[in-house]
């Protein structure tokens, strides 16, 4: 039996009311949606969060689920629409200044600094992965979702396509121009 399959057996089940048959795509498909929500968002917590309410949304939407995709794409698409929410919400409010953060923030804030003393090769390995993800982060929405889906996600293009519902040429254009837009941020550190 495939995975999607056993998915659409356990969607089945979950739509008749069986919460463990949903607790059990829940188990499978936690870890993988947490990584993804954590390419939007990077404190841990709040990923995590946002993960478990994308879940949420999954189960009260299971009735409109017609099964045309597979569950994963179903659920990768309401994962990332409730991650970009979150961020639109986030981007609202205002930035606490460094004397409103709580004991644990403070705390979390000291580390950080503390860890910058690490090696010299650790440091241009956090370096490197920080620009790269400064450099998705600024890359226009569809760029971002195309090049995450593939490079972090491991999905095909005929997947892709079907996620952001689009033709796959557009995806090939768009993982493209989103390799070529890191490419550049990342010049000056390759030169070095």
Request: aromatic share 8%; hydrophobic share 40%.
């Amino acid at each position: 039996m495939s995975h999607q399959d056993v998915d659409k057996v356990l969607v089945d089940r979950a739509r008749k009311g069986d919460r463990k048959a949903f607790d059990m795509l829940v188990l499978k498909y936690q870890n993988r949606i947490v990584q993804l929500v954590s390419r939007y968002i990077s404190h841990r917590e709040d990923a995590m969060d946002v993960a478990q309410e994308a879940f949420i949304k999954a189960y009260r939407a299971l009735p409109s689920f017609e099964g045309n995709s597979a569950f994963y794409t179903w659920l990768y698409r309401i994962a990332v629409n409730t991650a970009k929410n979150w961020s639109i919400a986030k981007a609202r409010r205002p930035a606490k200044r460094e004397s409103e953060l709580s004991d644990s923030e403070q705390h979390e804030f000291d580390v950080t600094l503390k860890d910058q003393d690490s090696p010299d090769h650790l440091a241009m390995r956090d370096e490197l992965e920080r620009v790269i993800r400064l450099s998705i982060e600024s890359l226009p929405e569809e760029l971002r979702s195309a090049i995450v889906l593939r490079e972090m996600e491991g999905l095909s293009y005929d997947e892709i396509a079907q996620i952001m519902d689009c033709p796959v040429g557009t995806v090939r254009s768009r993982i493209f121009r989103a390799r070529e837009g890191i490419q550049k941020r990342l010049e000056p550190y390759l030169q070095e």
